[in-house]
């Protein structure tokens, strides 16, 4: 039996620009962080007693005799591509999915890395990101960028740089003090369940040669919120100011990216003492992350109390394994 750890990711700047069709000509950088949420993956093999030979569970249950037969694309398509055989799956996650913080990705990590255990096998994160890349997005066929993969497999505050055969993960240097700093000053609200974000994706995909200039803008913020967190010159404050600038861009990309009602409420946190803030992940609900210095953090509280409120910490570890117990297996 293997049980695995995954932290989930929050997006800070650069979103968007780790789009192939747009890195692989521009270039492409995001600054991201893993916090202290986290999915488990439990993997071991399947007692030979039943009908069924693998079973999933998540939130559904599928018991089937072939992989061939499993609906969940993810689960499916990893089976194949390590070539998985009588497995059983239980997935569980602090938070849930389809809400921006790159819950999907962080599935795939889990779930290769429990793989690989169980068949004995030492895995590099760099080789899981890769891996998990090319199970959602090539056999999986799904929309997207590739940072959220490489985030949760290495963990940290980073800085992730994409080319077009390459990616490059760099900790974004700063001091123990002036990190507690700003993840003080980070609020995080669940509005609500997003759409698939594969289908926000494929629009921003859509339109990514058309609104190629603001996601090069969207990429010079990258070095200006870098220079922000390493340079203790500068106030943190700047840092909400750049959120709330890189949304103003963002949300202009595509019109599936918001809608009346997170506007609205991004707007009541503005008023209430945020200085800057964003939607998480592709759009269209999910979770909003805001800046707001301390003293006025009780009012945004208190003006956003028809939302949950999801106190964090920054995490470093990337995934982990929490047991390990491989087996020994003969397929039939």
Known sequence: MIITKTPFRMSFFGGGTDIKEFYEEYGGS?????????????????????????????????????VEEIEHPLVREAMKFL??????????????ARSGLGTSSSFAVGLLYAFYALKGKYVGKEKLAKDAIYVERVLCREAGGIQDQIATAFGGLNRINFGREEFKVSPVIISNERKRELNDNLMLFFTGFSRY????????????????????????????????????????????????????????????????????????????????????????????????????????????????????????????????????????
Not at 83 to 96: F, G, K, Q, R, V
Request: a negative charge; one cysteine or more.
């Open 83 to 96: 070539d998985m055989h009588e497995i059983n799956i239980t997935y569980d996650a602090d938070l849930p």
């Open 30 to 66: 995001v600054i991201s962080t893993t916090f202290d949420k986290y999915c488990y993956v439990n993997v071991r093999h399947l007692p030979r007693f039943f009908e069924y030979s693998n079973a999933v569970v998540y939130s559904k249950i599928e018991k089937v005799a072939r």
């Open 197 to 332: 974000a594969g289908e926000i994706s494929r629009s921003q995909v859509a339109s990514t040669r058309e609104k190629h200039k603001e996601l090069q803008e969207m990429l010079g913020l990258v070095n200006e919120a870098e220079k922000v967190l390493v340079d203790k010159t500068n106030k943190l404050e700047e840092f909400g100011r750049l959120l709330d600038y890189t949304w103003s861009i963002k949300r202009g990309i595509t019109k599936e990216i918001t809608n009346e009602g997170i506007d609205r409420l991004y707007k009541r946190a503005k008023e209430a003492g945020a200085v800057g803030g964003k939607l998480l992940g592709a759009g269209g609900g999910g979770f909003l992350l805001f800046y707001v210095e301390k003293e006025k953090q009780a009012k945004v509280k208190e003006d956003l109390s028809d939302l949950l409120y999801v106190p964090f910490a920054f995490e470093n570890d990337g995934t982990q394994i929490l047991y390990y117990k491989p087996e020994e297996y003969e397929k039939k």
